[in-house]
């Protein structure tokens, strides 16, 4: 019996998750996208977060170079604007689109220009 409700819970909880997950505004790059319409600081925050996130890990074969004081509108607006471009990405996690719009926007080739 309690093996049987712990089997019910554990499902239940499963499926709370991923509806959860379905309806994540920031969860998709096409959700993402229509939610920095009006949610600009949670766009703001969440680029800012990825891109923490890369500037500690290690990624060989990248050149990634963000600049060295970053601009957290600009950047969030290059990222929009670069994944607005991207149909391809649309369906992608939002962390994997933001992910290759801050690679391709701080590619170390370009650093000259910035």
């Known amino acids: 019996m309690r ?9 239940l909880l499963a499926c709370q998750s991923m509806a959860s997950a379905a309806t ?3 969860s998709r790059v096409d959700r993402f996208l229509a939610y920095c319409k009006s949610h600009m600081q949670a766009c703001e ?3 800012a977060e990825v891109n ?3 500037e500690f890990e290690y990624m ?3 050149q990634y170079c963000p600049p060295r004081r970053m601009d ?3 950047e ?3 990222v929009i604007a670069w994944l607005s471009a991207q149909p391809n990405l649309r369906d992608q996690p939002t962390p994997d689109g933001i992910r ?4 391709a926007i701080n590619d170390c080739s370009r650093r000259a220009i910035r």
């Open 24 to 26: 994540d505004p920031l």
């Open 52 to 54: 923490l996130g890369m």
């Open 60 to 62: 060989p074969g990248t």
């Open 72 to 74: 957290w509108k600009t």
């Open 100 to 103: 290759a719009a801050l690679l």
């Open 45 to 47: 925050d969440e680029v």
């Open 76 to 78: 969030e607006r290059s």
């Open 3 to 11: 093996v049987a409700a712990l089997a019910i819970i554990t499902v």
